[in-house]
């Protein structure tokens, strides 16, 4: 089976007369909007490698076909890249057809890169080199997810703010210290825009539909989704073993927020409760109501699972891990992991996910 992902061809829509499949289908949602003239349509392209996530693709590109759809004609336009123009396997074994190589692609507003399982993959010097000649020529990048891994290997989110999904950001910061990579599901750095993956790909878009034609707009391409609320830059990714933190006391959320920020320097009980007002026994009464354990042993089960991210995601000297987690002895650190995970750190470095 064959996916195909293009630019839109509905130009028939946009006259006003729909194909005759598609003629029992309720007609677009009107929307108060009134776009500047002078708005011609964007284009963008999406640079996709082996294993990409075809959910975190099909989240970008579906949110500006929506918006298409509501805007009555085809304002935004994608169009899809690989290192040679072959077709690609994304994670989920569907294959996609692709557009162009790198060394032909379009000009566009925006070339995303989209990254799944590795970073590793044939004609990877290719993605790079096209990458770093992108940015020197002033053009805007982006990423979905993994992507922005490449962008930091062809040094294009040098002295840019950005994000990663979750999972790979412990990894991402060990390896290029000197970019700053918040936990938020997007961030939007002058001429680098990117996101953490999965439905962060639709806030992301939507932010860029906000731009153009304002939230009405944005709104209702989210009520397309039932995406029930857009985040902003602002809002996090999940910061711990619980991974929804939704309705929970503010204090609890701040005190696990700073938790997960600080991992290789632990903060102490006395300096968790003042950061929330809050006395030490109140902080400890908020944990177990809400999370059913002690502050300490959440904190714990935070440094460790940092831990295991290292050892799945870099290379780095077990002992290296131990200390970038808080943990003093080696010994106590094996002993630790064992108790969370059932298997010793070595262990862990040896299996391959």
Same mark, same amino acid.
């Given at each position: ?14 006259? $006003? ?22 708005? $011609?349509? /964007? ?42 123009? *072959? ?21 566009? *507003? ?20 096209? &990458?770093?000649?992108?940015?020197? /020529?002033?053009?805007? &990048? ?19 703010? #950005? ?17 700053? #990579? ?14 953490? $993956? ?39 990714? !999940?910061?711990?073993?619980? !991974? ?19 991992? *290789? ?31 300490? /042993? ?50 862990? /470095?040896?299996?391959?996910?």
């Amino acid at each position: 089976m064959q996916v195909f992902v293009g630019q839109p061809t509905n130009s028939r829509l946009a006259e $006003g007369a729909a194909p005759p499949n598609l003629r029992t289908l309720p007609a677009p949602v009107e929307v108060p909007i009134t776009p500047d003239p002078s708005l $011609g349509g /964007r284009q963008f392209a999406f640079l996709l490698v082996d294993k990409f996530s075809m959910f975190s693709l099909a989240a970008a590109i579906d949110t500006f076909r929506s918006a298409n759809r509501l805007l009555g004609r085809d304002f935004y336009g994608w169009t899809t890249v690989s290192a040679d123009g *072959d077709a690609v396997m994304a994670s989920n074994g569907l294959p996609l057809k692709i557009d162009y190589s790198v060394a032909d692609i379009p000009p566009v *507003d925006i070339l995303f890169v989209s990254v799944g399982l590795t970073t590793e993959f044939p004609g990877k010097s290719k993605v790079l080199s096209a &990458l770093r000649s992108w940015g020197r /020529r002033g053009g805007k &990048l982006g990423a979905l997810s993994v992507g922005s891994y490449l962008l930091a290997e062809a040094g294009q989110l040098d002295g840019y703010r #950005c994000t990663i999904h979750w999972e790979n950001r412990a990894g991402f910061m060990e390896r290029f210290p000197e970019i700053e #990579c918040t936990g938020n599901v997007y961030e939007i750095d002058r001429k680098r825009y990117t996101c953490a $993956g999965g439905t962060t790909s639709i806030d992301l878009m939507l932010e860029i539909v906000r731009t153009d034609f304002g939230p009405n707009l944005a709104n209702s391409v989210a009520n397309q989704f039932q995406h029930e609320r857009i985040r902003s830059a602002g809002d996090r990714q !999940r910061v711990g073993p619980e !991974r929804d933190l939704t309705g929970k006391s503010e204090k609890l959320k701040k005190i696990v927020e700073l938790m997960a920020d600080n991992l *290789d320097e632990p903060y102490s009980a006395v300096e968790l409760a003042k950061s929330a007002g809050l006395s030490v026994r109140q902080v400890e009464r908020l944990f177990l109501r809400h999370l059913n354990m002690t502050p300490g /042993r959440y904190y714990m089960r935070l440094r460790l699972e940092r831990a295991r991210e290292l050892l799945r995601q870099t290379n780095m000297p077990i002992l290296d891990v131990a200390i970038a987690t808080g943990f003093t002895s080696h010994s106590y650190f094996a002993q630790s992991y064992r108790l969370q995970f059932g298997r010793p750190p070595s262990e862990e /470095r040896r299996t391959t996910y």
